[in-house]
């Protein structure tokens, strides 16, 4: 089993960027299909980024963040990461870490029902 504990959030100004960091234990982030969820106040938890156990880690996005967001993932400090870049308004809310143990090493999920385990989330707010 394994906890997730993410940070990095924070209150930023339009197109600034940020990294969320989310910190494995209990297991290494290597027997995980990994992804990133966010959800707004009143809104239901959408699918941001997903990253494959596979290494070298085949990646997916949801189209709202293709080109500025990118997932990966540190073997070595049992992380992985979601670097946002150019960061809009409609990008704040609580962001989440998710981790499964996937059936297949290249398989990447999208459905925060497909996961088993999560963070607590942190707060990204977007200035304008």
């Known amino acids: 089993q394994v906890q997730l504990v993410e940070s990095g959030g924070a209150l930023v100004q339009v197109g600034g960027s940020l990294r969320l960091s989310c910190a494995a234990s209990g297991r290494s982030v290597i027997s995980y299909a990994m992804g990133w969820f966010r959800q707004a106040p009143g809104q239901e938890r959408e699918f941001v980024a997903a990253?494959?156990?596979?290494?070298?880690?085949?990646?997916f996005y949801a189209d709202f963040v293709k080109g500025r967001f990118t997932i990966s993932r540190d073997i070595a400090s049992n992380e992985q990461y979601l670097q946002m870049n150019n960061l809009k308004p409609e990008d704040t809310a609580v962001y989440f870490c998710a981790a499964k143990i996937p059936t297949y090493s290249s398989d990447v999920y999208v459905r925060a029902s497909d996961y088993n385990y999560w963070g607590q989330g942190t707060q990204v707010t977007v200035s304008s």
């Open positions: 990253i494959s156990r596979r290494s070298g880690g085949s990646t």
